[in-house]
């Protein structure tokens, strides 16, 4: 069409005018039917891009993915990173969630990114060798765009400049993060360490016979079933009758799956009520469960059960203890007990809700208390050591990091990174995640010194991470087993106590009824 506009009109000034109006026309009539971005993806920063809305990718520059509460820590990842860049080093991926949408979540995944910049800080700071470079890479809400991130990791992890070589975070158990860490491991071989995440679907199964279900697999955290027992051998003594189970049937939420098998062990004497079950819409939205939750317990009321297993996500949980300390149950007190997904859930507590757990304040105990298993508390150990005529390694040295930690936050030494909660674990327990890795990492290049090792060599050093290469964490103990996963680490009972508005440490649980044995010598029968 323009060469016959060309031949046919060009010939007077007229035409020529006539000429650019038609050219003008067609062109804003093809810029409205071409997208703005047709010569590229909407880019939210270096490596991330926007899809659904969200910024999706890995950056370890300082962008903060729109969460404000995360941009200080952001900016000190990315100096240390700058500071290493130049230097052998090896990339390590932080895969979570980065544009939650409440505030108690964002407080949340501020805890859990200065864990992790806290240990970088630390291990380049050691004699361990090689450097530790760190990069955030946000798989979408709920893990819904991480086919993405794993094709963005996969290329970080070929890459000779990056070197990616283990991939940490993973904070919620859910379908898509088992498809994330299966292809990452299974396919990839990228080494894998999860340090948030409890449900037994994303470990490896113990036993000389059984074969791995991720390879290349580790974990700090210990399993919901681990934290179940742990529980149990703490509340010895329990009868059936005196417990009962109120469980989430939403389906795809393996958390509260393998937490609600956890509670469903046999107990001794007389029968006690039946579970009871609900329905929630989503992780964070508590939809109509408010009504089930006061049906419940006006049922739970009638039955000897004083106390509840819950099975369920936090903010269900919350609503839960609040309905349950409405029903009137002629003074009946109970205590509730659920797994370590909780161990935020006083970060969504109002003033009004501690009276209601309160209940009559002119009585010695409130009407509800929330009472769970926390990965770690910062008043562990020295609670644990108080009184303490011998001083026990599995106490003293997780005692002495935490103490390093305090002084590394406190002096500021590893920059303004905002305030620092150690009290919901997250910081503690993605710390100690970080600084395995960097134990792996430093094993695995031991025998070549100055060079990257491959990425088979660092999962294959998770095996070793136990007597005299056991990790001394601010959580405990790490001393990994074959198949990846801590053995018998401590797991913190704590309590939200509606008359301080605190979250109090009650003591520990040990998964196998016992504590660690001397020097973390993992015990044969483990795989």
């Known amino acids: 069409m323009l060469n016959w506009l060309y031949n046919h009109l060009w010939a007077t000034p007229l035409k020529k005018a ?30 991330v891009e926007r899809h659904d809305g969200e910024c999706v990718g890995v950056n370890g520059s300082g962008y903060d993915f729109g ?31 980065l544009q939650p949408e409440s505030a108690a979540e964002r407080r949340q995944l501020r805890s859990d990114v200065q864990g992790a910049y806290l240990a ?41 400049t990056h070197n990616l ?18 292809r990452l491991t299974n396919e990839l071989r990228i080494p894998v360490l ?24 580790a974990r700090v955290i210990p399993t919901n079933r681990q934290q179940a027992q742990a529980l149990a051998e703490f509340h010895r003594g329990l009868e059936d009758q005196d417990t009962v189970l109120v469980k989430d049937t939403r389906p795809d939420d393996i958390y509260v799956e393998s937490l609600a098998r956890a509670f469903s ?53 919350r609503l839960f203890a609040l309905k349950l300390a409405e029903v009137p149950c002629d003074g009946k007190r109970y205590t509730i007990v659920s797994g370590s997904g909780a161990a935020t859930l006083d970060r969504y507590m109002s003033e009004a809700d501690w009276k209601k757990l309160q209940g009559d304040a002119s009585t010695r105990h409130a009407a509800v208390t ?112 074959n198949a990846g996963n801590p053995y018998d680490k401590p797991v913190a009972v704590v309590q939200l106590d509606p008359r301080t508005r605190r979250l109090a440490f009650v003591g520990l649980g040990w998964p196998e009824g016992r504590v660690q044995p001397k020097d973390c010598v993992v015990p044969s029968g483990t795989r």
């Open 18 to 47: 006539v000429t650019v109006l038609v050219v003008v026309a067609v062109g804003t009539a093809a810029g409205i039917l071409v997208p703005r971005n047709v010569g590229g993806p909407d880019t939210c920063a270096d490596g």
């Open 67 to 97: 969460t404000p509460e995360i941009s200080k820590v952001s900016d000190a990842i990315a100096e240390e990173n700058r500071r290493v860049e130049d230097k052998p080093h090896v990339t390590v991926a932080m895969m979570l969630p």
């Open 120 to 160: 970088q800080y630390r291990a380049n700071r050691s004699e361990q060798k090689p450097l530790l470079r760190l990069v955030l890479a946000n798989p979408g809400r709920n893990y819904a765009q991480q086919e993405r991130v794993v094709d963005d990791l996969a290329e970080l992890a070929d890459s000779t």
């Open 165 to 182: 070589r283990a991939v940490t975070g993973f904070n919620l158990s859910l379908r898509n993060t088992i498809d994330a860490v299966d």
């Open 194 to 217: 999860i340090s948030r995440a409890s449900a037994d679907e994303l470990a490896n199964p113990e036993g000389r016979e059984a074969k791995p279900r991720f390879k290349g697999l």
């Open 265 to 317: 062990t046999d107990e001794p004497g007389p029968p006690g009520a039946k579970d009871q079950e609900f329905t929630s819409p989503s992780i964070n939205d508590a939809g109509a469960t408010g009504n089930d939750f006061s049906l419940i317990g006006h049922n739970i009321c009638q039955s000897r059960a004083r106390v509840v297993y819950f099975a369920g996500r936090p903010v269900h949980l």
């Open 370 to 481: 929330v009472q769970y298993t926390a990965p770690a508390h910062p008043g562990a150990w020295d609670k644990e050591l108080s009184g303490e005529r011998k001083r026990p390694g599995h106490l003293v040295e997780p005692q002495r990091q935490l103490a390093e930690l305090r002084q590394l936050v406190s002096g500021r030494r590893a920059g303004d990174i905002g305030p620092v909660e150690l009290d919901d674990s997250r910081t503690m327990l993605v710390h100690d995640g970080f600084r395995t890795i960097a134990a792996a990492v430093f094993l695995a290049n031991a025998q070549v010194p100055g060079e990257v090792p491959p990425r088979e060599r660092v999962s294959a050093q998770w095996s070793r991470l136990e007597s005299a290469h056991r990790v001394a964490g601010t959580s405990g103990w790490v001393c990994l087993t």
